[in-house]
């Protein structure tokens, strides 16, 4: 249990000792936040969808830490190439441990990110319902967890951060746009529907958003079940990537 | 030294897809020995300590660490050693006693103790007035002795030590051979180490293994050795087994990754 805590608070250490990270991995969530949510906001409230940002904001906060989970995970690659690797995986501790305690310790920061994102919404107008706050950061947690494991089990399987761009444009990138974390996805087609609903952060961002603006309803049962049976498959497939890496 | 073996190899190779790094080796290791595994760049050296670690799974062969497999039995072979690495493995994000407070958790060392060696060891390094900085404004010379330090915290039946001294001072190298050797005397630890510096290995190895291009060579004490090739140091007749050719490594994606880094790290 002390190794796993050992772990954890490490990538709380690096994460929140770097200033230049943390404002970093803010920048891109805000200018979201602001240029769309003032830039769509007027269309928005004219086709009838009411106000915008508190539509966009639980979809921002999501994003936030959809990135910080998916980069925490794939940051393995980091500590293959420094070496610090080797100095975890020649100790007498399981590589399941190791592995839980580094994603723990990422899908923290994650949340924790998308914490700060939360609280600077509240400045630009963002009006939550904040009884099933709990609620919200379960949602928040599980996206996290699922994000650092999926990005985990990328990085046990690459060699170098070369592909690191491609899986951002190809994999994290599509998988947010087709969330509903920035617009509504009730009127797509059918075949990107299917998209849609096989996608785990469709259920974050909609868990989300009704534990923050919406009503809680049989809907989001459905999406906590769904996160927690994803979160735990990842977890497993990177627990056992991560028990073949050689160095 | 007893004749009780720890370390036994029998015909090891591991193939990187066509090439063969190491090919068909056997050797053993005596409990208390110091014995030195020598050999030209890429000759298989660091390849055969990553697979006594558990680091890399071998194509075939018998190993046994401590009466282990590292294959089917990692976890048991990983509590018997320590290993210093030839390329660094320190976390450059937290402080030098951070990166050993892990390590003595990692290893289950209690708290009582772990201090107490923390505090001998970063001393011994002379790292002791600067353990709260963070290990990336540390010089190379000073992280390969937090490097050192570290590996000797949890005081293992085994130590290997690849090219432990590479880039240090004369100073700091005594200090941390006397260290190595009080441990190997007072502890009975094992200690299986590779060098490029032959009068190093001449003065505390009492048991030399020479490989090249994958292959055990020669087998025996420094003066063996020597007799042997009819030469007067271990220098020269490691050369005259080896030959005069300069060696090529071949390079990794992850090498290239570390050169680059290198490159750029420059800059600060």
Same mark, same amino acid.
């Given at each position: 249990?002390?190794?796993?805590?050992?772990?954890?608070?490490? #990538?709380? =250490?690096? @994460?929140?000792r770097s200033k230049s990270?943390?404002?970093?991995?803010?920048? #891109?969530?805000?200018?979201?936040?602001?240029?769309?949510? /003032?830039? /769509?906001g007027?269309?928005?409230? =004219?086709?009838?969808?009411?106000?915008?940002?508190q539509f966009l904001t639980p979809g921002i906060i999501a994003m936030s830490t959809l990135f910080t989970a998916t980069f925490m995970g794939i940051e393995l690659i980091w500590d293959k190439e420094f070496g610090f690797l080797k100095e975890t995986l020649v100790a007498p501790v399981s590589r399941f441990k190791i592995m839980l305690g580094r994603t723990l310790g990422g899908?923290?920061?994650?949340?924790? #990110?998308?914490?700060?994102?939360?609280?600077?919404?509240?400045?630009?107008?963002?009006?939550?319902?904040?009884?099933?706050?709990?609620?919200?950061?379960?949602?928040?947690?599980?996206?996290?967890?699922?994000?650092?494991?999926?990005?985990?089990?990328?990085?046990?399987?690459?060699?170098?951060? @070369?592909?690191? #761009?491609?899986?951002?444009?190809?994999?994290?990138?599509?998988?947010?746009?087709?969330?509903g974390a920035i617009f509504p996805m009730n009127g797509v087609a059918k075949e990107i529907k299917y998209i849609v609903l096989i996608n785990p952060l469709t259920h974050g961002v909609e868990g989300l958003r009704a534990s923050l603006t919406g009503t809680l309803g049989l809907g989001v049962t459905v999406d906590l079940i769904i996160l927690i049976g994803v979160a735990l498959l990842f977890v497993g497939i990177g627990s056992y990537l991560f028990s073949k890496v050689e160095v | 030294m007893s004749e009780e073996k720890i370390i036994e190899v029998k015909s090891l190779t591991k193939k990187f897809r066509e090439f063969t790094a190491v090919h068909n080796i056997s050797f053993e290791v005596h409990k208390g020995q110091i014995f030195g595994f020598l050999g030209p760049n890429g000759a298989g050296k660091s390849t055969t300590i990553k697979i006594l670690t558990t680091l890399l799974h071998p194509n075939s062969g018998k190993i046994l660490v401590d009466g282990k497999n590292p294959v089917t039995q990692p976890n048991e072979v990983r509590k018997a050693f320590g290993i210093v690495f030839q390329d660094p493995s320190l976390d450059d994000e937290l402080t030098a006693w951070e990166n050993m407070e892990f390590h003595g958790v990692l290893y289950s060392i209690p708290k009582q103790l772990r201090r107490q060696r923390m505090e001998q060891l970063l001393k011994i390094v002379e790292l002791w007035a600067r353990k709260d900085e963070l290990v990336k404004r540390f010089s190379g010379g000073m992280k390969r002795r937090l490097e050192i330090a570290r590996g000797l915290m949890h005081h293992p039946k085994i130590l290997f030590l690849d090219e432990p001294t590479l880039g240090l001072d004369p100073q700091t190298r005594n200090n941390i051979w006397e260290h190595i050797k009080e441990?190997?005397?007072?502890?009975?630890?094992?200690?299986?180490?590779?060098?490029?510096?032959?009068?190093e290995a001449q003065r505390v190895a009492n048991y030399i293994c020479i *490989?090249?291009?994958?292959? *055990?060579?020669?087998?025996?004490?420094?003066?063996?050795?020597?007799?042997?090739?009819?030469?007067?140091? %271990?220098?020269?007749?490691? *050369?005259? %087994?080896?030959?005069r050719n300069i060696r090529e490594e071949e390079a990794t994606p992850l090498d290239n990754l570390r050169m680059r880094r290198r490159v750029w790290g420059r800059r600060r």
């Open positions: 249990m002390k190794t796993v805590y050992m772990l954890w608070l490490r #990538q709380l =250490k690096r @994460h929140f990270r943390i404002i970093g991995s803010l920048g #891109q969530p805000i200018l979201f936040l602001v240029a769309l949510g /003032f830039g /769509f007027p269309i928005y409230q =004219k086709a009838g969808g009411g106000n915008y940002i899908a923290t920061v994650a949340v924790l #990110q998308g914490l700060i994102v939360f609280l600077i919404s509240l400045f630009i107008g963002f009006r939550p319902n904040l009884v099933a706050l709990p609620l919200a950061i379960l949602f928040l947690a599980l996206i996290a967890i699922i994000f650092t494991a999926l990005g985990t089990a990328i990085a046990a399987k690459m060699e170098d951060m @070369h592909g690191f #761009q491609l899986i951002i444009n190809f994999l994290i990138m599509p998988l947010f746009f087709l969330s | 441990l190997n005397k007072k502890e009975g630890v094992t200690v299986f180490f590779t060098t490029h510096y032959m009068e *490989i090249d291009r994958g292959k *055990i060579i020669a087998k025996g004490t420094s003066a063996e050795l020597k007799k042997k090739t009819k030469t007067k140091s %271990l220098e020269d007749a490691f *050369i005259k %087994l080896t030959g």
